[in-house]
């Protein structure tokens, strides 16, 4: 077994050794948070701890391909401006020798606490999981606690696709959801309940493929999450191994959330449809924590599994976070905001009223750029469509285009011909009305769009040249009133 300082000396060096060539790419986020080198995926251990914003991510430092996982980690005070800190876990002891897996934070009386999986595969590619524990006193330098782990393995029925505790505290007791599989391959959450984080007992199936009238609905379930929103449970997973059905999941895998009554004590959530969070691309393994502001916010990897061929490899990493955003349950449904914290971000503002876009397509003097927010706020006449193209390049074949298509009702995020990378086709349909709010965020190869106040939010990564930074507003079929429209720099 390797020793945890070696294996840390290592990734330090691989940062250190790649720091001039991550340095050099123009695709580098400004205000998101990325991996120092190699591959970020799911955010992990997401907590407000002492005033201070904690996440952890899985880290692979050596390749932009998964592999050996690391737990990275940065912190922040206002969730906007994020500080690198020393890695949290390096994969040192017998039940972690293939990577510690996804996981979560807790402060329990006072000690920060992390709850993880443990990845063991053998010469035969065979799994075992285990789930541990680590604590800190500092929030800086983490122990795996001697007597891990604390869960042997998957309860009998289940395989070894057992992962990413979600730990929280109700009354005197500890709950944790994790992820599962049964052994006719239905995807799962289960739910575990424990007086001492230590002695786990399984309540539990929470729900999953074939239950709760969801018809078959995935081989695995990964990362769940379960919490409460204006008195009403919501459970957040991602299962695996649904097809896509019309607009409804065209990503590789999904997700979403469903909204019910938690049994503490069947386990059993009683709950309604599936929704997806986001309506866009990349977009995976979610994590919410609930701050000492009490706004339930979440964080959510802005990447997909399997897919691992975006143009940043050529610089030695790969993929990066979402903004976090705030959840609020409208009816049953989550509707998602930017945290307000993102407007410090905002500089030389400048601003529009009252414009009129009648079948043509215009530019505004100062409207343009790759690293900025859009608020716009516009009212649909009689036009068919309206849209707006991001990222042109002045020869025209580059362009990211958000249109709405008033007839049908439906949004749509086209990255056909924004540059290199995926290209694809993302839409949905929305409520119907008159007006059309978008709050848009670019950075240097991302495009987040918040549609009416967070009903919809597309995600996606886009990689189009440095120069192609124009912005153009089109109308068709008639006419479309911009009543504000605002631009910053961030
Ligand atoms: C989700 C996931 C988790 C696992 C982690 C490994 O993307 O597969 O289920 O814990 O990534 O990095």
């Not at 730990?167 to 052994?183: D, E, F, L, R």
């Not at 929704?275 to 000492?292: C, H, I, N, V």
């Not at 068709?476 to 605002?486: I, P, Y």
């Amino acid at each position: 077994m390797v020793k945890n300082t070696e294996l840390l000396k290592k990734a330090y060096h691989k940062i250190e050794e790649s720091k001039d060539l991550i340095k050099s790419d123009y695709h580098r986020l400004k205000y998101h948070v990325m991996p120092p080198v190699g591959l970020l995926n799911d955010p992990n251990g997401f907590i407000h701890i002492n005033g201070e914003y904690h996440l952890f991510y899985q880290f692979h430092p050596f390749d932009t391909k998964h592999g050996l996982k690391y737990w990275g980690h940065v912190k922040s005070r206002d969730l906007v401006n994020w500080e690198e800190m020393p890695i949290a876990l390096a994969p040192s002891e017998w039940y972690e020798t293939h990577g510690c897996y996804s996981g979560s934070a807790v402060n329990n009386n006072g000690i920060f606490t992390l709850m993880y999986t443990g990845n063991v595969k053998d010469e035969k590619g065979n799994r075992e999981s285990y789930q541990c524990i680590a604590t800190s006193r500092d929030g800086i330098t983490f122990e795996k606690w001697p007597g891990n782990p604390v869960i042997h393995n998957q309860p009998k029925g289940y395989t070894r696709h057992f992962r990413d505790p979600k730990v929280w505290k109700k009354g005197a007791n500890w709950y944790m959801v994790i992820g599962a599989q049964t052994v006719e391959e239905q995807g799962r959450v289960l739910l575990y309940k424990s007086h001492d984080i230590k002695k786990w007992e399984m309540i539990g199936e929470v729900t999953g493929s074939n239950l709760n009238n969801l018809g078959y609905f995935g081989y695995m379930w990964e990362c769940p999450d379960l919490f409460e929103l204006n008195g009403k449970d919501v459970l957040i997973a991602c299962p695996q191994g649904l097809q896509p059905q019309g607009d409804f999941y065209n990503n590789i895998y999904q997700a979403g959330y469903f909204i019910g009554k938690l049994d503490y004590s069947t386990g059993r959530l009683n709950h309604g449809k599936f929704t997806e969070l986001d309506r866009g691309f990349e977009f995976y393994a979610p994590q919410t924590m609930l701050d000492e502001k009490g706004r339930r916010i979440l964080i959510a990897w802005m990447g997909l599994p399997e897919r691992e061929d975006h143009p940043t490899i050529d610089y030695g990493w790969i993929h990066a976070m979402t903004i976090p955003r705030v959840l609020h349950l409208v009816g049953d449904k989550i509707y998602q905001r930017p945290v307000e914290e993102i407007k410090t971000l905002r500089k030389k503002p400048i601003s529009y009223k009252q414009i009129e876009i009648k079948d043509e397509e215009i530019e505004l003097e100062g409207i343009c750029g790759d690293v900025i927010e859009i608020l716009v706020e516009c009212e649909i006449r009689d036009a068919t469509q309206f849209g707006i193209k991001l990222r042109c390049s002045d020869d025209g074949t580059q362009q990211t285009v958000v249109s709405y298509d008033k007839l049908n009702n439906i949004f749509k995020f086209d990255r056909e011909r924004s540059g290199k990378g995926y290209g694809g086709i993302r839409r949905c349909t929305l409520k119907r009305s008159q007006i059309l709010k978008l709050n848009i965020f670019l950075d240097t190869s991302s495009v987040e769009i918040f549609v009416n106040d967070g009903e919809e939010v597309f995600t996606g990564r886009v990689y189009p040249d440095k120069d192609s930074k124009g912005i153009k507003f089109f109308a068709k079929g008639g006419s479309v009133n911009v009543k504000t429209l605002e631009k910053w720099e961030l």
